[in-house]
Nanobody, 117 residues
């Protein structure tokens, strides 16, 4: 059974940093692309960043480009999202995501990130 468990969320002041982690199990992690999404209150869920199976290719939403970095450690079955220069508009629940080879979507439970002074 696929499990994605996020950690590392919390409250941070504008300009601060946080690192989210997503521990994966129940599938061949090293064969799967991984993504981070976020959903702010009253808004639709949006794609934040994606990383390829090997980590050699990444992509970002324009709103986080240059501030956020997605990475992975295939030995630890973990994907990370390093968030720097955080802004109040980054406040959201952040979700880890993968799609199986059969086309099923898998989501973590979410991690709340709040950027406020």
């Amino acid at each position: 059974q696929v499990h994605l468990v996020e950690s590392g969320g919390g409250l941070v002041q504008p300009g601060g940093s946080l690192r989210l982690s997503c521990a994966a199990s129940g599938f061949t992690f090293s064969s799967s692309g991984m993504s981070w999404y976020r959903q702010a209150l009253g808004k639709e869920r949006e794609l934040v960043a994606t990383i390829s199976r090997t980590g050699g290719s990444t992509s970002y939403a324009d709103s986080v480009k240059g501030r956020f970095t997605i990475s992975r450690d295939n030995a630890k079955n973990t994907v990370y999202l390093q968030m720097n220069s955080l802004k109040p508009e980054d406040t959201a629940v952040y979700y880890c995501y993968t799609k199986s080879w059969r086309g099923y979507d898998y989501w973590g439970q979410g991690a709340q990130v709040t950027v406020s002074s």
